[in-house]
Every structure is written in structure tokens, then in C-alpha cells.
């Protein structure tokens, strides 16, 4: 709230942040306990918490310009998914290593739980995107995914059987490639092609100049960073003029 945003539902924590059933998240300033995860318990996946606060937002602002940052959790040390997704993957992935280090949490299945964790988030990215259909406002919403590193193997995570890193080499807190070359998805119906690529090399302190272009915002200083459009997705679709 400190930093100017108008709303925040989720961790202030990233230790916290490596439990997905902690005992609280936070409502703007307010501590919002979770009674249900005391003493060992898992009744709330504080991820669907959040999830459900997003689309409440975009319900909420569907009649103005908004900005929502989204720092999904998952896939994550811990290794922890619900239980109805833990289902649809266990047994899938050869044999397992069980993962018991007491640094994170025990895991019998961790590939399962990573596959899990990957569903989960991929049925958060669909909910979203059908609320901003819903609400009708999908072809002129800009959606970017992204991710702030590469693979881990925190929690069990068995990162080269599902050939995470690809191509690249490394995986997070390596400076090859595959620790800090990550994929970045831009979705814009009324401004971007489907399927356009670009070879564009980008990082993040590249963002806020971009947001700034986007929305005819001037920047109250100089930055190192340079506005994405600018190089590239005005060669993506020609017929828009920003």
C-alpha cells in the first residue's frame, strides 16, 4: 500500500509465501488470520484466497482502467497442490524420489505436485481471461505472462525430467541462460496479431517505461530501461498506431 497501489490481497512475505497454507494473508493493512490452517491443518489454499480477490477486482474496475500485478506462488517450494489435482497426476511420472529434507515441506510425489501446481495455475490464467470475457472487456485488456527466473529444484522439484529449462542451459541462480531467460506471453486482441513473435531482447526494468508509453504516462525521471513497443510491437500489428 506503501507503494501506491489502491489494493492488495495475498503474502507481505516471501518466507511466508513459501507455504500455501499459512495461518494468515493480508487485506490491504489488515492481518486476515486463517483458523482453518492452525496446528498442522489445510483447509484454505491460499492461493484460491487470492484468486478469488483478482476476479473480484476486475469485477470491481471493469468500468475504468486498472492495473492488477498478479505474483502467482506457484509452482513453488513448497511442493503443494489440492488434493483433486494431486489426483488427476499422481502415478503419471515414472517412478517417483520422495522429497524429505525438513527445509520444505515433505513431498511423496513431487513431480506430481510440480504437474499439479502448473494445472492449478493454468486454471487460474482461464478464469481469468473468461472473467474479462464476461465482463466485456477482454479485447481491450493487455495480458502479460511472464515468470521472474528460471526452474527451481527447491522442495523436490525434479526440473530436467520435464526438460524445464529447454534448450538453455542452468536453471535459478545461474547466470546462463536458463536461469534468467524466461518466457514472456502478451495477449491484446485488439492491439496484437495471434501467433506474432518477436526477437525482441527485453527485461523487466523494460516494463515500466513500456506501461508508461502504453498509457501516455511521462516518466518522472530517467530509467534503464526502453519501451517494448516501441521496437517491436509496432511491428507486430501495423494497423495500430500504439
Same mark, same amino acid.
Given at each position: 500500500m506503501k507503494m501506491g497501489f489502491s489494493r492488495f490481497y495475498g503474502y507481505n512475505c516471501q518466507r511466508e509465501a513459501h507455504s500455501y497454507y499459512p495461518g494468515h494473508l493480508w487485506s490491504d493493512?489488515? #492481518?486476515?488470520l486463517l483458523p482453518e490452517n492452525a496446528d498442522g491443518q489445510e483447509e484454505k489454499y491460499a492461493p484460491d484466497l487470492i484468486q478469488e480477490e483478482a476476479l473480484k477486482f476486475i469485477r470491481a474496475n471493469r468500468d475504468q482502467p486498472f492495473f492488477c500485478y498478479y505474483a502467482a506462488i506457484q509452482p513453488h517450494a513448497d511442493m503443494v497442490a489440492p488434493e483433486e489435482y494431486m489426483e488427476r497426476h499422481r502415478e503419471k511420472y515414472g517412478e517417483e524420489t520422495p522429497h524429505a529434507t525438513g527445509h520444505h515441506r515433505d513431498q &511423496?510425489?513431487? #513431480?506430481a505436485a510440480f504437474a499439479a501446481m502448473v494445472n492449478v495455475l493454468?486454471?487460474? +490464467?482461464?478464469?481469468?481471461? $473468461? *472473467? &474479462?470475457? =464476461?465482463?466485456?472487456? =477482454?479485447?481491450?485488456? &493487455? @495480458? @502479460?505472462?511472464?515468470?521472474?527466473?528460471? %526452474?527451481?529444484?527447491? /522442495?523436490?522439484?525434479?526440473? *530436467?525430467?520435464?526438460?524445464c529449462s529447454g534448450? &538453455? #542451459? /542452468?536453471?535459478k541462480r545461474d547466470l546462463y541462460e536458463g536461469g534468467v531467460r524466461v518466457p514472456m506471453i502478451a495477449?491484446? %486482441?485488439?492491439?496484437? $496479431?495471434?501467433a506474432a513473435?518477436?526477437?525482441?531482447?527485453t527485461a523487466f526494468w523494460d516494463f515500466l517505461p513500456t506501461m508508461a508509453a502504453l498509457t501516455h504516462q511521462p516518466l518522472s525521471q530517467a530509467t534503464d530501461g +526502453?519501451?517494448?513497443? #516501441?521496437?517491436?510491437w509496432g511491428r507486430v500489428n501495423r494497423s495500430s498506431s500504439k
Open positions: 493493512n489488515t #492481518r486476515v &511423496l510425489h513431487p #513431480r493454468d486454471d487460474y +490464467v482461464g478464469e481469468i481471461v $473468461a *472473467e &474479462l470475457e =464476461a465482463q466485456g472487456i =477482454a479485447d481491450n485488456t &493487455l @495480458i @502479460i505472462f511472464t515468470s521472474d527466473n528460471g %526452474p527451481h529444484k527447491e /522442495g523436490g522439484h525434479d526440473y *530436467e525430467y520435464f526438460n534448450v &538453455l #542451459r /542452468g536453471e495477449s491484446w %486482441p485488439s492491439k496484437i $496479431a495471434a513473435e518477436t526477437d525482441q531482447m +526502453v519501451s517494448i513497443c #516501441r521496437h517491436c
